[in-house]
């Protein structure tokens, strides 16, 4: 059999993880890596944290999965959590983040049909963005390599460049619905709304009566030195999805709303076989317990200041090949004037380093948010010896 038992749509590198510890990955053959990927911001409290653990453990052995035709104290509890410290009303939870930019869209949908306006279904995105891989999310992403053979995608999407507001402004019509952005487009390359862009979508929200969806699947759960990054901004969404730390590692994600965007989703709208179960929200909580422990998020921006600062410093050591630094808290890129993705290769295969290559040659450097400086130190070091021997090749 040619084809591999599992399905070969991963370009997988090298690297066979088997154990973590903190900031740390060791190999098969006991090979230790640096991991500043965190499974792609995923990992927001390291490997093997002893609270998330146990929290696993003690859930597992006590209830895991009982579906959702059955009252959820453990989901009515971690909900009124996040309403209590979000914008939101309500939560739907779900396994991942493109189920929740599902939900998202579907609750956005579902708003103006309960309105009395089905035809506003347009969400305006953004070029560059990733939303997720379902067929949904794809569709709302305006990128060919991500469509390529899952043609006719669904309509209802419209698409503007990202930190152009005049020429999102210009799509509206009669059947928008909103928009969907991230505020930190994380796969296209950490590139940063600007306030004018995320408080004049806010704005334009309000004055035509649309809903404004945030994608913080990568950008949320402390990842920027605030709970959620559109706090960095002084806005409010309509509607958010998130994922990725929330669940520190466990598969887990949410669609927060304020009731009134909320409105449409009633009984038999949506739904989920494990969204929410028991052993998820044991998951969430033991995380969310920690990220507002005393400090934690102050601890995250200030690692991410002196993470920036050292990357900073080291840029005109290497002019040749870095650029410059992008992002906040601990989701930073740097900007490469060659082929990131070899460069993070190179990190990666010979100096047991590991990041994540976005688009625009960017270097995605995304630690564990409970990094000290002992890794940033080391972090550093490890990045420009790689960059002392690294060459280009021609065509980079």
């Known amino acids: 059999m040619s084809t591999p038992a599992l399905m070969p749509v991963y370009p997988r590198c090298g690297v066979r993880p088997v154990r973590g510890e903190g900031a740390y990955l060791f190999g098969e053959d006991g090979e230790r890596y640096l991991d500043f990927a965190s499974g792609i911001a995923v990992n927001a409290l390291g490997h093997g944290h002893p609270a998330l653990v146990k929290a696993i453990a003690d859930q597992a052995a006590t209830l895991m999965h009982v579906s959702n035709l059955y009252g959820s104290p453990q989901g009515e509890a971690l909900a009124q959590r996040l309403v209590d410290a979000t914008f939101a009303d309500t939560v739907f939870f779900t396994n991942s983040g493109a189920e929740a930019v599902e939900c998202a869209i579907k609750t956005a949908r579902r708003f103006h049909h309960a309105e009395g306006n089905?035809?506003?279904?347009?969400?305006?995105?953004?070029?560059?963005?990733?939303?997720?891989?379902t067929l949904g999310t794809i569709s709302a992403t305006n990128q060919a390599k991500m469509r390529d053979g899952f043609e006719p995608l669904l309509p209802g999407f419209k698409y503007a460049d990202f930190n152009d507001l005049d020429g999102a402004l210009a799509l509206i019509d009669d059947n928008t619905a909103g928009f969907l952005v991230e505020p930190i487009q994380g796969e296209g390359g950490l590139m940063t709304g600007t306030d004018e862009f995320l408080k004049g979508l806010r704005a334009a929200c309000d004055q035509h009566g649309l809903l404004l969806v945030l994608d913080e699947v990568q950008c949320g759960y402390g990842r920027t030195g605030k709970f959620f990054a559109h706090e960095l901004y002084g806005i409010v969404p309509d509607i958010m999805a998130v994922a990725k730390g929330i669940g520190g590692g466990f598969p887990l994600g949410a669609c927060l709303a304020t009731e009134h965007a909320a409105k449409g989703m009633v009984f038999g709208t949506h739904g989920s076989t494990y969204g929410g179960n028991p052993l998820a929200m044991a998951a969430g909580t033991a995380v969310l317990d920690v990220m507002q422990g005393e400090g934690f998020l102050d601890h995250v921006a200030a690692m991410g200041e002196r993470l920036r600062s050292s990357l900073e410093q080291m840029i005109p050591n290497h002019d040749h090949l870095f650029h410059e630094v992008r992002g906040r808290g601990l989701m930073l890129g740097?900007?490469?004037?060659?082929?990131?993705?070899?460069?993070?290769?190179?990190?990666?295969?010979?100096?047991?380093l590991l990041t994540v290559a976005a688009g625009d040659n960017v270097v995605r450097i995304l630690p564990p948010l409970v990094i000290d400086e002992s890794h940033i130190a080391e972090f550093t070091q490890k990045l420009s010896e790689a960059a002392r021997v690294y060459v280009p090749v021609a065509d980079d």
């Open 334 to 352: 740097l900007k490469l004037k060659s082929d990131s993705r070899r460069f993070v290769a190179h990190c990666r295969d010979n100096h047991g």
């Open 118 to 133: 089905p035809q506003r279904h347009d969400l305006i995105c953004f070029n560059n963005a990733f939303h997720g891989r």
